[in-house]
């Protein structure tokens, strides 16, 4: 496949030239500044310098090949890759302005802040549709019924699932579809009303009816969010995303607008990439 050709796929998306007039153009100063950022599992570098500023209120791909490092820079965002032991990080990333990685921030904290859904749908199987939902505001605290309700019809109907649920909500999260649990996966973590999301190949696991169905919502979540999704399929990054990285053996190769990047790429890698020379 040629750019050109890549090109011919990526025509705007519907509503796509009316998005600054629908109020859902970056805000001036970005959600994330990442400086210098390199990360290892013991003595692997999984990233390698990384520099970029990822915008608010936009949906933002990373893309790249297996083992390109896509999923660790998203975990890193929030401090999820700590999780794995001994991973070591040099340089900074500051979040709306301030150091996620500074000796005083609390990591619970800064997930609570920056939410994250996984690949693979992940409801807790001893739970009901309500509870999975409210699970995260149960541990922060809040107790109050009509709140707890209140937030599970609001996160519910943000997900699109609640006209699907709403009858049901006594029954386990584990009897929904695939494309149903993902979506209450997405409900729970907009449930404690984070400043972000984290998609990592949210659609990789589902049929093309559940993945429009996904792919519709970040549409949707981008006017109260900013997102960042990891992916594997380029089409559904020029279907979701305002900006597109690509990354390639550990190191952001390029990054720009994401109908720029595909039609016009400026590094050789990344038109090799995208028109399936290698990946």
Request: hydrophobic fraction near 35%; proline fraction near 5%; glycine fraction near 6%.
């Amino acid at each position: 496949m040629t750019t050109a050709q890549v090109a011919t796929e990526i025509q705007l998306r519907p509503g796509e030239d009316e998005r600054s007039s629908a109020g859902a153009a970056p805000d001036s100063k970005p959600a994330f500044e990442v400086r210098n950022l390199s990360i290892w599992y013991g003595q692997k570098e999984a990233i390698h310098d990384v520099t970029i500023d990822i915008p608010r209120h936009n949906v933002t791909a990373i893309i790249g090949p297996s083992g390109c490092g896509k999923s660790t820079f998203l975990r890193c965002l929030n401090r999820m890759h700590e999780l794995v032991p001994n991973t070591r990080v040099e340089g900074k990333i500051l979040f709306q302005g301030e150091d996620l990685y500074s000796p005083g921030t609390d990591p619970t904290i800064v997930r609570r802040r920056i939410g994250m859904v996984f690949q693979k749908s992940n409801p807790f199987p001893t739970m009901s549709i309500e509870e999975n939902v409210i699970v995260g505001l149960r541990l922060n605290g809040l107790r109050n019924r009509r709140l707890l309700a209140e937030r599970t019809e609001k996160a519910l109907r943000m997900s699109a699932l609640w006209d699907e649920v709403k009858n049901d909500l006594h029954k386990p999260g584990m009897s929904l579809s695939g494309g149903q649990q993902q979506r209450l996966c997405i409900a729970r973590a907009i449930a404690i009303e984070p400043e972000v999301l984290l998609m990592d190949e949210p659609a990789s696991a589902l049929d093309p009816i559940a993945t429009m169905k996904i792919e519709e919502l970040i549409r949707e979540l981008r006017k109260n969010y900013t997102i960042v999704i990891v992916t594997h399929n380029m089409q559904q990054a020029t279907r979701v995303s305002d900006k597109t990285a690509f990354f390639y053996v550990g190191q952001l190769i390029e990054f720009d607008e994401t109908t720029r990047l595909f039609s016009h790429p400026k590094e050789k890698r990344t038109e090799d990439y995208i028109t399936g020379r290698f990946g």
